[in-house]
T-cell receptor, first 110, second 116 residues
Framework: SQQGEEDPQALSIQEGENATMNCSYKTSINNLQWYRQNSGRGLVHLILIRSNEREKHSGRLRVTLDTSKKSSSLLITASRAADTASYFCAIDTGGFKTIFGAGTRLFVKA | DAGVIQSPRHEVTEMGQEVTLRCKPISGHNSLFWYRQTMMRGLELLIYFNNNVPIDDSGMPEDRFSAKMPNASFSTLKIQPSEPRDSAVYFC??????????????FGPGTRLTVL
C-alpha cells in the first residue's frame, strides 16, 4: 500500500503532556501533510512538510520528516482537551492525489 | 469564503433508491476530491477532478457509483442503486490544484449516508 500508516492507532494522555504520533510510508513522496478531524466533522489541514525539509513548526505543533526512514512525526506540546481528535498523515506522491492513512485517535484528559 | 459546501448533511434512504450527494468547492479551486469514510475502511479516495475533468476514478467501488463535475462550482456523486454497505460519511474536498508542492485540501462537513 502506498498510504501512510499512523502509529499508535490510539493515544490517551493528560492535559499538559506532549503527544507524539508517527507516520510511516513506503514510497517516495513530494510532500507529507498532517490533518486533524474532530468527531463528526471534516478534516482540517494542520501542516505541510516538503520532501526537502526536515522539520517544521506551527504554534504548538512540530513535524519532522526523515525521508531516509520514510517516516514523519507530529508532536503536540502542552496538549489541551480541545486537541482531542483523530490525526491523519497524508502523502503526496505526485500529481494531484493525496493518500491518507488510517489515523491516530488522540484523547486528552482534562 | 464559506468553505466547501456539501448537501445534504444527512441522508437516510432505502436499499435500491438513488442517492445524489452535492458539493460546491471553494471558489478558485481547480481540484475536487470525493472521499468515503467508514470505521472499517478509513478514509478512501473515490475520485478526483482537475479543471472539471475526472483524473482518477480508480477508487470508485462499483459501477453503481458515478460522479460528475459540470462546472467549476458544482459536483455530484450519485449512487444508483444504493445498498446498505454504502452507508458511510462522504466528504468532498477542494484544493487550488497548483501541484503537489503547495496543495492542501479543504474538506466539507460531509454527508452522513444511511442506507436501510
Amino acid at each position: 500500500s502506498q498510504q501512510g500508516e499512523e502509529d499508535p492507532q490510539a493515544l490517551s494522555i493528560q492535559e499538559g503532556e506532549n503527544a507524539t504520533m508517527n507516520c510511516s510510508y513506503k514510497t517516495s513522496i513530494n510532500n507529507l501533510q498532517w490533518y486533524r478531524q474532530n468527531s463528526g466533522r471534516g478534516l482540517v489541514h494542520l501542516i505541510l512538510i516538503r520532501s526537502n525539509e526536515r522539520e517544521k513548526h506551527s504554534g504548538r505543533l512540530r513535524v519532522t520528516l526523515d525521508t531516509s526512514k520514510k517516516s514523519s512525526s507530529l508532536l503536540i506540546t502542552a496538549s489541551r482537551a480541545a486537541d482531542t481528535a483523530s490525526y491523519f498523515c497524508a502523502i503526496d506522491t505526485g500529481g494531484f492525489k493525496t493518500i491518507f492513512g488510517a489515523g491516530t485517535r488522540l484523547f486528552v484528559k482534562a | 469564503d464559506a468553505g466547501v459546501i456539501q448537501s445534504p448533511r444527512h441522508e437516510v434512504t432505502e436499499m435500491g433508491q438513488e442517492v445524489t450527494l452535492r458539493c460546491k468547492p471553494i471558489s478558485g479551486h481547480n481540484s475536487l476530491f470525493w472521499y468515503r469514510q467508514t470505521m472499517m475502511r478509513g478514509l478512501e479516495l473515490l475520485i478526483y477532478f482537475n479543471n472539471n475533468v475526472p483524473i482518477d476514478d480508480s477508487g470508485m467501488p462499483e459501477d453503481r457509483f458515478s460522479a460528475k463535475m459540470p462546472n467549476a462550482s458544482f459536483s455530484t456523486l450519485k449512487i444508483q442503486p444504493s445498498e446498505p454497505r454504502d452507508s458511510a460519511v462522504y466528504f468532498c474536498a477542494s484544493s487550488l490544484g497548483l501541484g503537489p508542492l503547495t496543495d492542501t485540501q479543504y474538506f466539507g462537513p460531509g454527508t452522513r449516508l444511511t442506507v436501510l
